[in-house]
């Protein structure tokens, strides 16, 4: 167990709607990255926070949206979802903004777009 | 549950075996270097990192050993068991905390 925690675990839902991600970091992790994992693509990061401020953006789409709250946790948005959004969504936590590279990665949620 | 589906590299051994996974990184720039292993249904697990001022880390069943020379990482996994049946990951670290994360390879282990 990494100590990061995400929910739901399983998500199905059609094409159109907007759906909400939730991410507990470990505790004392102030940064919190997302991450999508689908079939051909392997992990592609999408967004990272640092103590609530965005950090760094991958490959993340105008459609989705994150924010992390003064409590750190962190909620991922996907908006007007697609069929290819269908993947698996990862939350990571790490200490410190520097220096430190390790990511403790959650269960990650299932989302399927039909 | 799975992690990730059919399209990646497979590497087969039997059980007890050594086995060697291989990663080709893109960034000489990159200081630090991790192997994430990951199990069906499971998010990504850390095995072991290396620094890029090291060519040579061993952990416990498990060597990563770096050369920078031709941007290539290897995880060796000494006396598989069952157990270590996943998908491997290498990823290299940059600045400001950034992984970025190789395609995988599946290792299957044969009792």
Known sequence: DSGVTQTPKHLITATGQRVTLRCSPRSGDLSVYWYQQSLDQGLQFLIQYYNGEERAKGNILERFSAQQFPDLHSELNLSSLELGDSALYFCASSATLAGTYEQYFGPGTRLTVT | ?111
């Not at chain 2, 499971?42 to 941007?71: A, C, E, H, W, Y």
């Not at chain 2, 670290?93 to 395609?103: I, P, Q, S, V």
Request: proline share 4%; glycine share 10%; with cysteine.
């Open chain 2, 1 to 111: 549950g799975e992690s990730v589906g059919l399209h990646l590299p497979t590497l087969s051994v039997q059980e007890g075996d050594n086995s060697i996974i291989n990663c080709a990184y893109s960034n000489s720039a990159s200081d630090y270097f991790i192997w994430y292993k990951q199990e069906s249904g499971k998010g990504p697990q850390f095995i072991i990192d290396i620094r890029s001022n090291m060519d040579k880390r061993q952990g416990q069943r498990v060597t990563v050993l770096l050369n920078k020379t031709v941007k290539h990482l290897s995880l060796q996994i000494a006396a598989t068991q069952p157990g270590d049946s996943a998908v491997y990951f290498c990823a290299e670290g940059n600045a400001g905390n950034m992984l970025t994360f190789g395609g995988g390879t599946r290792l299957m282990v044969k009792p």
